[in-house]
């Protein structure tokens, strides 16, 4: 599969996310983000190890536990409630800048160049997400915040040492999703329980959009997700990310009914676009030409090389 297919294909897990907010808003319970956090996690990571039946072995052990509660277990619930306590899209900025702090660990644990392109792409992306989804007099909340980064930091911390772990021998990426998914679950499991209690009554609506959640917006985008890691780098795969907060106001207009501004058409334009230039393979400089040396020999040389070949002959 050419690089074109994998960035698509990886792609399609941001755009998946893109709809949890319409999907959270119209059929899940108020107020339950650690339940939706959990319902996303469990579930999902469950199915996947039912159908990869392959655990973890040895060191992968504690590593699918490092990078479920980088990717899963801590990143839901810190970015549920920075969106519960940050009107106006600010936790949705806050994300955008997660490709910043992906490309700096990059430098750092993986020793890979931040090139000025991925930097610049990284910084157009937050300034397109920004114009989308800030609004004028967008409260700032310290815990909201503080959610926000850690959110962002957790994330990008999981998608560096998902890339720079790879994945055991003999396991795919379903495998290491599956791990990762459980064990994000499992740690969320005693939070939810002890903050927010007992589940709450579902009804059908709530069933569907729980199981929507669980296999196409976790499961199946997940296993995308990590897959693209592996194949397209931190750093590539990182920058997709603002196809998330435009996917949620493409939603939004289209099936919640809400408008969108020419500003925010122009962020969506500027979004994209970093998006698409953030997967630009990036250019090798080009090697200088050897100068072709030629030596033009005088007539009594040649006889020379004329005699010592012939005798080269008689000797073999």
């Known amino acids: 599969m050419n690089r074109s297919a994998v960035v698509a294909l990886t792609a399609l897990a941001p755009v998946s996310w893109g709809s949890t907010y319409a999907v959270t808003t119209e059929f899940l319970p108020a107020d339950r983000p650690l339940f939706t956090a959990l319902m996303r996690a469990l579930p999902a990571g469950l199915l996947i190890l039912a159908l990869a039946r392959t655990l973890p072995r040895g060191a992968w052990w504690w590593k699918s536990a490092v990078l479920g509660a980088l990717n899963i277990g801590a990143f839901f619930p810190l970015l549920f409630l920075a969106a519960y306590r940050l009107p106006g899209g600010v936790a949705a900025v806050l994300g955008a800048f997660g490709p910043l702090v992906v490309i700096g660990l990059s430098t750092v644990v993986l020793g890979e160049r931040a090139t000025t392109r991925a930097v610049l792409a990284a910084l157009a992306g937050a300034l397109g997400v920004s114009l989308v989804v800030l609004k004028a007099g967008a409260a700032l909340d310290t815990a909201g915040l503080l959610a926000g980064v850690a959110s962002s930091a957790s994330m990008a911390a999981g998608t560096v040492l998902t890339k720079r772990w790879g994945r055991p021998e003999g396991a795919g990426p379903l495998a290491l999703t599956g791990w990762q998914l459980t064990a994000g679950g499992l740690l969320i499991l005693p939070v939810a329980a002890l903050v927010e209690g007992a589940p709450p009554a ?96 005088s007539s009594a040389e040649q006889n020379d090389r004329k005699v010592s070949m012939d005798l080269s002959s008689r000797s073999v």
């Open 202 to 297: 579902l009804d059908g609506g709530a069933l569907l959009g729980y199981g929507y959640l669980a296999v196409v917006n976790t499961a199946v985008a997940y296993w995308l997700w990590f897959r693209g890691i592996g194949r397209i780098g931190a750093t590539s795969a990182t920058l997709l990310g603002p196809l998330s907060p435009l996917t949620a106001a493409v939603v939004g207009w289209a099936a919640l009914g809400q408008a969108l501004t020419p500003v925010q058409l122009a962020g969506m334009a500027i979004a994209f676009t970093a998006s698409v230039v953030g997967q630009l393979p990036a250019r090798r400089p080009g090697r200088a030409a050897t100068p072709v040396v030629t030596r033009s020999f």
